[in-house]
Every structure is written in C-alpha cells, then in structure tokens.
T-cell receptor, first 115, second 115 residues
Framework: AQSVTQPDIHITVSEGASLELRCNYS??????LFWYVQSPGQGLQLLLK??????LVQGIKGFEAEFKRSQSSFNLRKPSVHWSDAAEYFC?????????????FGKGTHLIIQP | NAGVMQNPRHLVRRRGQEARLRCSPM?????VYWYRQLPEEGLKFMVY????????ESGMPKERFSAEFPKEGPSILRIQQVVRGDSAAYFC?????????????FGPGTRLLVL
C-alpha cells in the first residue's frame, strides 16, 4: 500500500527566509505527486504536481518541488517566504495506473511565519 | 468557471440524526471523490464516484455511510445515525473527463460537528 510521510509536524520560518518542507513516499513505482496548501477553515489548493519529465516542478505562489527517485522524496521549496504563506501543507500521491483512485495524503506540515 | 461547491459549509447534528453533505463538481468534471479529515490529520480517501456509479468505496466505513452521484444534481454523502466520532471536515474533489484526469480540485469542505 502506498503511504506518505511528512516528518515535520510544525516548521517555523522567519519572513523572507527560505523554506523546505519534506515529503517521502512509499510506492511500488513512481506515483503521481502533489503538494496542496490549506489555509485555516479553507479547502485545499493545488500548489504543484509531478507526473513525469523534468524532476524540478514549478508551481504557483513561487513554490517549487523536486522529485528525487533515489530518495523517494518530493520536497517543497520556496526561496523567500511571506507571512501569507502561513498554512498547512499536504503532500499527496496518486496512482498512475488509472488515475481513478483517491489520493493518499501525508498528515501535513503546519508552517508558522515569524515576523 | 466556478470551482467545486460544497454545502453546507458547517453542519451541526445531534447523535442519532442524519447528515447530508452535498458536492457540485466543477463544470465539465464527472469524477467526484470524497475525503474525511479528522483533527490534526491528513485527508483520508472515502469514495470515488462517476455519474450514477460508485467506482471505489474502499475508504468508506461499512455502516451508516453512503454516497451517490445521480445523473442530475450534486453528489451526496449521507451519514445516518451520526456519532461524535463522525465530527470532521468532509472534502469533495472533482476531476475532469479525459485530459488532466489525475488532478483533483477540492471544494471548501463541510465541517460536521456532532453534539
């Protein structure tokens, strides 16, 4: 069964500093990979996704993620965070076999931005 | 193009009552997924439906929960005889016919509180 691990429950970063959120997955092959962001009381917004090709993926709001097959990782990065980036971030994997299944989510990383 | 719509946004029920959660997918989307998010947890897949068909309900509790996606109208997640443990945020996602079927777009969620 596939699984997703986000090892950091909380991360605190100063505004303007760089950010990296970790995501590791367990899957038999290369899954589809996603990062979503959830603001308090809101739904999930897709930041970026990886299906194939270039392993460095650009997303919205200045985020990027790099797929590393050897490490089974898909870490999310941003060079300079803004206070509005404070939110919950979820990594998710999908089954490329048919695209018909639900996504498997990690438990999330809560990002706190210090002034 | 309106996003995924869910209503109500908040629902309060007493133990033993029924809860009905509605989801209208994005225009042009005929795949609907339901997820449950317990406090401090990631989203857990419940069920995947296409119009008039349940494709995958492997994440649905065996009792009291049911889902439908009729030919006309929204998808409905129904919880009968609710218990306190059903308190959670329930998210609906949709994906399109063909094309980028692997990407799911999420609604704002319904927060269910069982008293």
């Amino acid at each position: 069964a596939q699984s997703v691990t986000q090892p950091d429950i909380h991360i605190t970063v100063s505004e303007g500093a760089s950010l990296e959120l970790r995501c590791n997955y367990s899957y038999g092959a290369t899954p589809y990979l996603f990062w979503y962001v959830q603001s308090p009381g809101q739904g999930l917004q897709l930041l970026l996704k990886y299906f194939s090709g270039d392993t460095l993926v650009q997303g919205i709001k200045g985020f990027e993620a790099e797929f590393k097959r050897s490490q089974s990782s898909f870490n999310l990065r941003k060079p300079s965070v803004h206070w509005s980036d404070a939110a919950e971030y979820f990594c998710a994997v999908g089954d490329p076999g048919g695209g018909a299944d639900g996504l498997t989510f990690g438990k999330g990383t809560h990002l706190i931005i210090q002034p | 193009n309106a996003g995924v719509m869910q209503n109500p946004r908040h629902l309060v029920r007493r133990r033993g009552q029924e809860a009905r959660l509605r989801c209208s997918p994005m225009k042009g989307h005929s795949h609907v997924y339901w997820y449950r998010q317990l406090p401090e947890e990631g989203l857990k897949f419940m069920v995947y439906l296409q119009k008039e068909n349940i494709i995958d309900e492997s994440g649905m509790p065996k009792e009291r929960f049911s889902a439908e996606f009729p030919k006309e109208g929204p998808s409905i997640l129904r919880i009968q005889q609710v218990v306190r443990g059903d308190s959670a945020a329930y998210f609906c996602a949709s994906s399109p016919v063909g094309g980028d079927v692997e990407t799911q777009y999420f609604g704002p969620g319904t927060r269910l509180l069982v008293l």
